[in-house]
C-alpha cells in the first residue's frame, strides 16, 4: 500500500518533486506558481496504480501527451486559485512583538487558520479575492465573477446584519459581520476609479462602526476579539480620512483589546485624530479664536514630545541604521527618493517606524495648520522634512529593494545588494500604503516630493489592484 503524499497540488498536476513545505512549498515560490494544497490525500496513490499498470506491461502506454493522466487531474477553478493567490501573496499575518500597525489581513490570516466557515464571510473574501486576481493577472473573467458573488452577498447582508444585535448572537456573530462588512469596504475600494464616489465604501465602514457600537453598548460583551481590535484601528483611519471626530465610546483602546506600548501609542493617535479635527473645525482667522488656536498648537506641541517620548521606549533592536548609497551601487530613482536608505533588523520594525514617522508627520502638520490661522507660520520647517525623508528613506527596506550583504559581521559596513529585479510581493506594497497616504495629503509638502510620495502609493495601488490607491497620482486624493 503506498503512503500517502503530503505534496502540493500543484507539483503532483507538474509531477515534479515537492519539498512539501506548508503553507507554500519552494517549487511554487521559486516558479512564482500558486501552491494550492491537496484536499484528497488518496489522489496520489491512484495516479500511482495508474503508473504501475503501464510499468508492468498489463496496458500498452499510449504515444504523445499522457492523455489518461491529464484526465485524471483535477479541475481547479476560478474561485479556488483567486482564494489561493489572495491568500498567499496579498495576506501575510503580522510576527513582530510591537504590532502598532496590524490590520484587516491579520485577521484573515486567523480565520482561514481556524477553519471557521460562515457563507457571508466566504462570499465576501471571494468577491475581493476575485476581483483583486481580476486586476493583477489581467482576468476578465475573475471581476465578473467577483461582481456575481458581490451581488449575492449585498442580498445576504441585508438580511443577515440586522441580526447581529439578537440577545442569542454570540462573539462569533460579531467577529463574521465584522469581517464580512470590511471586506466589502475593501471591495468597493479596489474598484474605485476616477471620478467615482468613494460613498460606498465609506458607508461600509459606517455600518462596521454601528456594529462595533452594538458590541461596545452590550452589558455582557466578552473579552474584545483581534477582529473588535483590528476594526476600530481600520475606522480610526477612515475617520481621519474623511476628517471626522473619534466618538466618545471609542476613545478608550484598552476596552478594544490594546495594551502596553501598544495603547500607549494607540492613545497618542486617537488625540492626534481629534486634534486635527479640532483645527479644521475653526472659522479662519478669527481674532477672538487665537487663544484657542495657542490651545491647539500647545496640544500639538506635547503630542509630539509624547510620541517621541514613546518611540525611546523601544527596544533597542527596533532601532534603526542610515546608510547613504554611493554610485557604485547604481542605486535607481524607482522606489528610492534619495541616496538615504535606512536598515532594520526585520520588515516588522520597518513598519512600525513608517507608522511613527507618518504620525509625526500628522501632528506637525497640524501644528502649521493652526499657525497659519493666525498668520504665525514659524513652525522650524527642518523639523517636518526630516520627518518626510525618514519615512522615504524607510520605503526601499520595506519593499525589499536591497538587502544587507551578511558576509561581514557589521552592519554599518556590510555591501547593500541592490534587489530591483524582484516583483515585489503585495503584502510588501500593503505595508507601505497608509504611510504613503498620509504623506500624499498633508500640507505644506515640497512638489517634489509630493510627486514622488504619489507615484509610490501609484505603484502600490498597481501591485494590490485596489482603484482607490492605484489612480493617487492621476485624480484627487482624500486629503487628510
Known amino acids: 500500500m503506498p503512503f500517502p503524499s503530503g505534496a502540493c497540488q500543484t507539483c503532483k498536476t507538474r509531477r515534479i518533486k ?45 504515444r504523445g501527451p499522457r492523455s489518461d493522466l491529464t484526465a485524471l487531474r483535477p479541475h481547479i477553478d476560478l474561485q479556488t486559485r483567486a482564494l489561493a493567490y489572495y491568500l498567499k501573496y496579498h495576506v501575510q499575518a ?44 489581467q482576468c476578465p473573467l475573475a471581476a465578473a465573477e467577483a461582481s456575481a458573488r458581490y451581488c449575492r452577498l449585498l442580498r445576504m447582508a441585508r ?17 463574521s459581520c465584522l469581517l464580512a462588512v470590511f471586506l466589502m469596504g475593501r471591495y468597493e475600494g479596489a474598484r474605485h476609479r476616477p471620478g467615482d464616489p468613494r460613498s460606498n465604501a465609506w458607508s461600509h465602514h459606517d455600518g462596521a462602526m454601528a456594529i462595533l457600537k452594538v458590541w461596545n453598548d452590550n452589558p455582557s460583551r466578552q473579552t474584545a476579539t483581534a477582529m473588535v481590535k483590528q476594526t476600530r484601528r481600520g475606522l480610526m483611519r477612515s475617520l481621519l480620512l474623511r476628517d471626522l471626530r473619534l466618538p466618545d465610546w471609542m476613545l478608550d483602546g484598552d476596552q478594544f483589546g490594546e495594551h502596553g506600548l501598544e495603547l500607549d501609542y494607540d492613545r497618542i493617535i486617537v488625540r492626534i485624530i481629534n486634534l486635527r479635527y ?35 521606549r523601544l527596544s533597542i533592536t527596533c532601532s534603526y541604521h542610515l546608510r547613504i548609497l554611493t554610485a557604485s551601487d547604481s542605486w535607481p530613482s524607482t522606489h528610492f527618493y534619495s541616496s538615504r536608505v ?22 506637525n502638520s497640524t501644528r502649521l495648520r493652526t499657525l497659519e490661522l493666525t498668520r504665525l507660520s514659524f513652525l522650524n520647517d527642518f523639523t517636518y522634512e526630516q520627518q518626510r ?22 552592519i554599518h559596513q556590510s555591501p547593500l545588494l541592490i534587489n530591483t529585479d524582484e516583483r515585489i510581493k503585495p503584502y510588501l506594497a500593503s505595508s507601505v500604503v497608509w504611510p504613503l497616504t498620509v504623506a500624499v495629503g498633508l500640507e505644506g509638502i515640497d512638489l517634489r516630493q509630493q510627486l514622488w510620495f504619489k507615484s509610490e502609493l501609484a505603484r502600490m495601488g498597481e501591485i494590490l489592484g485596489d482603484g482607490a490607491v492605484q489612480f493617487a497620482d492621476t485624480c484627487s486624493w482624500a486629503i487628510v
Open 278 to 312: 479640532a483645527s479644521k473645525d475653526h472659522p479662519q482667522r478669527s481674532s477672538p479664536l487665537v487663544v484657542g488656536i495657542d490651545t491647539l498648537n500647545k496640544e500639538a506641541q506635547e503630542l509630539d514630545e509624547a510620541l517621541q517620548s514613546w518611540a525611546t
Open 389 to 410: 525623508l525618514d519615512l522615504a528613506s524607510t520605503v526601499p527596506y520595506c519593499l525589499e529593494r536591497f538587502k544587507v550583504d551578511d558576509s561581514t559581521s557589521s
Open 94 to 137: 503580522s510576527t513582530e512583538v510591537l504590532n502598532v500597525c496590524g490590520g484587516l489581513s491579520e485577521f484573515v490570516t486567523e480565520w482561514n487558520a481556524s477553519k471557521r466557515t460562515c457563507p457571508m464571510v466566504d462570499l465576501a473574501l471571494a468577491s475581493v479575492a476575485l476581483f483583486v486576481f481580476a486586476q493583477t493577472q
Open 18 to 62: 515537492c519539498d512539501e513545505t506548508k503553507p507554500a512549498c519552494q517549487r511554487c515560490i521559486k516558479s512564482q506558481r500558486i501552491c494550492l494544497q491537496t484536499s484528497h490525500p488518496t489522489q496520489a496513490s491512484f495516479l500511482f496504480h495508474l503508473e504501475n499498470r503501464y510499468a508492468s506491461g498489463k496496458t500498452k502506454r499510449p
Open 342 to 363: 535606512y536598515i532594520y533588523s526585520c520588515l516588522e520594525i520597518a513598519a512600525v517606524w513608517s507608522q511613527y514617522f507618518a504620525a509625526r508627520m500628522l501632528i
Open 159 to 175: 438580511d443577515q446584519i440586522p441580526r447581529v444585535g439578537d440577545p442569542v448572537s454570540d462573539q462569533r456573530n460579531f467577529d
